[in-house]
Nanobody
Framework: QVQLVESGGGSVQPGGSLRLSCLAS????????MGWYRQAAGKQRELVAV???????NYADDVKGRFTISRDNAENTGLLQMNSLKPEDTAVYYC??????????????WGQGTLVTVSS
């Protein structure tokens, strides 16, 4: 069974940078899209950025120009480079993917989440 394994979260001061990584591990046949969502305390989960298998990207308005999403198709990995971080970026970040895996067909799966804290 394919799982999304996230890494790269942590604590950083305002203005700093972090890079999140999401590895789709297991019998992956094809990945159609990978994306990142976040959920701050007391708020709903929201889209941060998404990238399709053709390289098309979409970003939330408040991260445009600061965050960059990319993917390494050969490694089944998605990356989120976060620069100029602000305290309001503090949240649990979740990786999301629509993919096809061997013997299980196409489905949408989520990672376990990684905490990003931006504070001085």
């Amino acid at each position: 069974q394919v799982q999304l394994v996230e890494s790269g979260g942590g604590s950083v001061q305002p203005g700093g940078s972090l890079r999140l990584s999401c590895l789709a591990s297991g019998s992956v046949v094809s990945i159609y899209r990978m994306g990142w969502y976040r959920q701050a305390a007391g708020k709903q989960r929201e889209l941060v950025a998404v990238i399709t298998n053709t390289g098309m990207t979409n970003y939330a308005d408040d991260v445009k120009g600061r965050f960059t999403i990319s993917r390494d198709n050969a490694e089944n990995t998605g990356l989120l480079q976060m620069n100029s971080l602000k305290p309001e970026d503090t949240a649990v970040y979740y990786c999301n993917s629509l993919l096809t895996e061997t013997n299980r067909g196409t489905r949408e799966i989520w990672g376990q989440g990684t905490l990003v804290t931006v504070s001085s």
